[in-house]
């Protein structure tokens, strides 16, 4: 297994790297020293975010969310997530994240988990939410991003692109 990491981070965010429609979406975590940047597809991020407010409803109302969700320098990602999986530690309160690299099939990579407190992942939840409704909006008919020079939907075989 290449690295691992098993970390309580302080602080928990998600942010781009570039304009709209070219946007590299990263998950950032520091805990002490350790800031753990990693490439994150931005349906993966928007699945998180979703996966996250769910548990967080489901549990006592948090406290005092986390304001400073910018990206630290530098942030340059340690590599690519394929698969995140979401628990709730009910002894602990904390929401647990365990990510794994993107890989090829057969191969074995590095391995993330987060320990997040409930407030981590409302604010992490809510920057999501923000950021994926910032960029282009959705086509109607197939779901894909509405490029301004021009969409051609799957749905209408080209024909007739959807008006932004």
Not at 30 to 41: G, I, N, Y
């Amino acid at each position: 297994m290449s690295e691992g990491y098993d970390l309580e981070p302080e602080r928990l965010t998600v942010g781009t790297v570039g304009p709209v429609g070219q946007r590299l979406f990263l998950l950032q975590a520091r805990q002490a020293s350790t800031l753990l940047t990693l490439k994150v597809e931005k349906q993966q991020v928007a699945a998180l975010s979703d996966l996250l407010a769910r548990v967080v409803k489901d549990q006592a109302r948090p406290g005092h969310l986390p304001d400073d969700l910018e990206l630290e320098e530098p942030a340059d990602p340690a590599w690519a997530i394929g698969t995140v999986s979401v628990s709730y530690d009910e002894s602990d309160d904390r929401v647990i994240l365990v990510i794994e690299e993107l890989v090829a099939e057969g191969e074995v990579g590095a391995i993330a988990r987060l320990s997040i407190t409930r407030e981590q992942a409302a604010a992490f939840s809510i920057r999501t939410t923000q950021l994926v409704e910032s960029g282009r909006p959705p086509c109607p008919l197939c779901g894909s991003p509405l490029d301004p020079s021009g969409h051609e939907c799957p749905r209408t075989n080209g024909h007739r692109p959807p008006v932004t």
